[in-house]
């Protein structure tokens, strides 16, 4: 992965972050959320445009994965929960889930299963294996992060 293609994809990002901001996030369903986040050396609020890799209707639990392993983003999100999450129509406080790699191994082998050609142009895009072997893919899920995020009961 080149230094130019995360730019890139920050930069889309950036632009997407718009589409919030003027209030059509919504135009997006339950495939992009926005994460708020505290910096956890800056004490700076940050919002992070994420790709959601899977949304349950009934709990309204959306998973996102650090395709960088431990980003910023994620980092801030372990050392202090998330402020906010904005999805489709919702936005909320909410709790967070970290998920281990046997967990992020069985979302990656559903996500390449029902969407081929995003899993491909992924896997592609990064320089991961396709098709991966079980072997090659529980590597590469051990050096993913991945959160699930849902509205807090409280």
Request: hydrophobic fraction near 40%; glycine fraction near 8%.
């Amino acid at each position: 992965m080149t230094a130019g293609w995360k730019r890139t994809v920050a930069a889309a990002g950036g632009g997407l972050q718009l589409l919030w901001r003027i209030r059509l996030g919504w135009l997006t369903g339950h495939g992009l959320l926005v994460l708020t986040h505290v910096g956890r050396h800056t004490g700076k609020q940050y919002r992070t445009v994420l790709y959601v890799q899977r949304y349950d209707d009934r709990s309204r639990e959306a998973t996102v994965i650090s395709v960088w392993g431990d980003s910023q983003w994620f980092r801030n999100i372990s050392a202090k929960p998330a402020a906010k999450v904005e999805i489709g129509l919702q936005r909320y406080a909410p709790k967070q889930r970290f998920l281990n790699a046997e967990e992020i191994v069985e979302l990656e082998k559903r996500f390449r299963a029902r969407h081929r050609i995003i899993a491909w142009g992924q896997a592609k895009l990064m320089g991961w294996p396709w098709p991966a072997t079980e072997e090659q893919l529980r590597n590469l899920c051990e050096a993913l992060r991945a959160v699930a995020f849902a509205p807090s009961t409280r």
